[in-house]
């Protein structure tokens, strides 16, 4: 069975960090393509950044050069450094592999 927890939401100001940890349980990462999804209220899921079996990376466009994705094989875990963060930044961000989600982890940006 198929589990992702997600971590490290919570609030920040503007122009502030965040880093999102998904931890996978029941699978191995580096064999899939995992990527981060944002909700904003009101609006759809979306993509904010992937990471494939090989390593590669992709990024919305909203967030090119102030986010980065990455994983950690040897624990099973990814990440999503968040840098300058911006108040339309806030949403719901979960991870997903396999069609599989977590229950997300709530980021706001405010001040």
């Known amino acids: 069975q198929v589990q992702l927890v997600e971590s490290g939401g919570g609030l920040v100001q503007p122009g502030g960090s965040l880093r999102l940890s998904c931890t996978a349980s029941?699978?191995?990462?580096?064999?899939?393509?995992t990527g981060w999804y944002r909700q904003i209220p009101g609006k759809y899921r979306e993509l904010v950044a992937s990471i494939t079996n090989h390593g590669t990376t992709n990024y919305a466009d909203f967030v090119q050069g102030r986010f980065t994705i990455s994983r950690d094989d040897a624990k099973n875990v990814i990440h999503l450094q968040m840098n300058n963060l911006k108040s339309e930044d806030t949403a719901v961000y979960y991870c997903?592999?396999?069609?599989?989600w977590g229950q997300g982890t709530q980021v706001t940006v405010s001040s």
């Open positions: 029941g699978l191995i990462l580096k064999y899939h393509i």
């Open positions: 997903s592999v396999l069609n599989e």
